[in-house]
Structures are given as C-alpha cells and as structure tokens.
C-alpha cells in the first residue's frame, strides 16, 4: 500500500515572527484536517528520539508524517528518522543552511497541503498525479510501469514516427530511473504516463521536455496514443490539458513540436491545437517538422 501524509509536525515557535503565527501560515495549519491530515506541534522537541516519541505516541508511523521547521538542528532530526522535510527561512533564524530540507520556502502565501503532498510523495517515491482531463489523467511514470510501455511501443505502427523503447530492459529501467530523478525531481514535469480514470489503464504517454534546437533550450511537447485509443480524440484532449498546464505553471514563452517527417495525422492534430509550422530541421541526423504554439 502507498503511503499517505496524515501528519505534519513542526515546533510552532520555529515558524513565528515577532512571536506569532501569521495569517498565511494559520491558513494551512487549519486547512489540514479538511485533507484528513493532522498538525502536531512538537512543543520544543527537536533531537531525533524525541521526534519520533511524538510522533508514535499521537498514533503515527514516521512514513506518514512530514516535518515543517526552521532550524538546522530541527530539520536534521527529522531527516535523520526518514521525514520529508520542508525548510522555512524564517528571517529571524539567522546563519540556518537547510542543507537537510527538501525544499525550501521563504513564505506560506502559495503553499498549501497539494504543495505539501507533493514534497511528501517524492520524498516516498511515489508518482505525481499531474493533470486530469475529462477521460484521463497524466501521472509520472515509475519503472513498475515499464511492461505496460513495452506492450504499447510493440503495437503495430506505434513506433513509424516515435523512437522505441530499449532493446535490452535493463537498460531502459536505468534510463527510466535516472529519468524520474533528475528530470521529475529537477524540473517538476517531463513526460508522464496517460490513464484512463475509469480503469487506470495506462493508454500512452505525453508531456513536456527539454529539447536543444539549434543551439537553444527549448520546450518540447510529445505524445503517443495506444492503438485502440486512437482516433477517438484522446491526442487533441491530452494534449489542450498540457498546453493549459504550461501556460499556468510554466516560464516558457513557446512549445515546440518536432514531428517526423510524413507523420501527417500529428501535423493536423497540432494545427487544430494552435501549432503553426516553423522550419524543417535535423535533429540526429533525421529530420524533424518543427512547429511552435506561442503561450
């Protein structure tokens, strides 16, 4: 069974300033019992045996639990026991380096209990339900999923316009955890796993890359649709979900789109999707349609 957060602890008087809690943080505090999860203040317990006493005793295991803190000696506790840990800098903790945090926030304005979950899950390895469309949703790829993409990439045809899949699976498991690694981890988005939300079968993959085109970093969409999907407008409502995601979340003024030369089905797909036709380009050594969507 996957672990869930159902806890997040802190030393109150970490997060204060001028010896309160502001609004913002007040807000996330009380927010949580609505996402079924508990806040439990450690009341100036910062070694790790502590820690974990408090968190037994309130009925947890340390694998459902996130710390929130502000000090060094705090966060390396927590990080010692297997906590996911978010760093508050707090501007009257000062010479603090937060080298034990997963992530570090200056302020709570935009951080909620999703942003919570997410540092939660990927400290645990758990994938990230990204997006969700009226048929699907997109989640990011695990190398448990990686029979399943073998069976699409064997489909007839699915392979004519796409790179396939690694001969040797071995190898395609250490692409795809290194992938998971520095691309989810790094990035926050990359090409994720397309399922079906009524029987989570995963139906292809899409998403969003890093792409070095002409000597530039670009933004790539790609996508791919398993065989009895297809034509039945899952491309076009896959695919709208990610250009609305990146307008949203990303810092990208432009998607590209690189599309194999003849693969005309993807050429109208990305016109009615806003695309326009840029150049013809060679990218190792095959060429490549580039188009463009402005966001």
Not at 166 to 176: F, L
Not at 185 to 211: E, K, P
Not at 221 to 246: D, F, H, P, S, W
């Amino acid at each position: 069974m996957e672990n869930r957060l159902k806890c997040v602890v802190s030393n109150k008087r970490e997060l204060e300033i001028e010896h309160q809690l502001d609004a913002d943080v007040l807000f996330l505090l009380g927010s949580l019992p609505k996402y079924d999860v508990h806040f439990l203040d450690l009341d100036g317990e910062i070694k790790s045996e502590q820690i974990e006493k408090k968190i037994r005793d309130a009925g947890y295991e340390w694998n459902e639990v996130l710390l929130l803190a502000a000090e060094d000696r705090t966060l390396e506790s927590g990080k010692r026991i297997g906590l996911p840990v978010v760093a508050f800098a707090n501007s009257e903790k000062r010479e603090q380096s937060y080298k034990a945090a997963e992530v570090v926030v200056e302020g709570f304005e935009e951080i909620d209990f999703y942003f919570l979950e997410k540092v939660f899950q990927r400290k645990h390895g758990i994938p990230w339900r990204v997006i969700e469309t009226e048929r699907t949703y997109l989640r990011e790829m695990t190398v448990e999923d990686l029979d399943d993409l073998y069976e699409i990439y064997a489909q007839p045809g699915i392979t004519d316009y796409v790179e396939p899949l690694y001969e040797d699976r071995e190898e395609e498991k250490e692409y795809t955890k290194a992938y998971i690694q520095h691309m989810y981890s790094y990035y926050g988005y990359g090409m994720w796993l397309v399922c079906d939300r009524q029987n989570d079968l995963i139906i292809g993959r899409a998403g969003l890359n890093i792409q070095e085109i002409e000597g530039t970093i670009e933004l790539e969409m790609g996508y791919l649709i398993r065989k009895e999907y297809q034509r039945k407008g899952y491309a076009l409502e896959v695919c709208t979900a990610i250009l609305n995601y990146a307008k949203k979340e990303l810092d990208f003024q432009k998607i590209n789109c690189l599309v194999k030369k003849g693969n005309q089905i993807s050429e109208k797909l990305l016109e009615k999707l806003g695309f326009f036709w840029e150049s013809e380009i060679e990218i190792r050594g095959i060429i490549m349609e580039r188009y463009i969507y402005l966001l």
